[in-house]
């Protein structure tokens, strides 16, 4: 009975994580147990699990007396999370440089040619597409890089909500700049040169982070 609630809790936690990352669930929506073991067709107990481990993890956040909703972020937090993961996330691709394996680098190629096959095209389904793959491209990095605490301290400032949905923020230049950049770490990597792969990562991150600061801005001038 446990493992079945357990199963039951990872898949609420699956399901309502995705939903905040594609957009399904904007920020600001508060969720009850009721609709989400509605949906699913399960008991309110391992739903009402996957909520507070949601609110722990960032996804979610809870109010006192007034209930629980999809998390938010302000121009500030953004900008610091972004900031942190630059810094982060540079130094993991250049251990990487010095560490990553040939079976790795062409795994890295296969990825990004996976990324680009559908162009620079904006619809949705391709932008969800992109962000699956694109994880797996920095988690790959990651892995090559033999960094654990470094990654350790990376994954929280990765697995934000904002973060993921940084594709959906993009417009098609950002897009190619993203491809371009993709391409770069990993000519760096091939060089074993182990600056160039840190800046490049610094410069990907930062302009992933001016992409989310001018979504927002242009967002909060039209509201």
Known sequence: MEHKQANAADQAYAYVRERVISGDFAAGTRLTEWQIADALGTSRTPVREAMRRLVGDGFLQFRPNVGTFVGSYSTKEISELFELRALLESEVAGAAALRISGEQLEQLTVLQQRIEERGLDLGRDNLERIAGLNREFH????QASD???????LTNAIEAPVVQQTFRRYSTAQLQRSFHQHRELIDAFQSRDRSWARDAMSCHVRAARFAMLNASSEQAGGS
């Open 147 to 153: 960094s654990p605490r470094t990654v350790g301290m």
């Open 139 to 142: 988690r790959l990095i990651a």
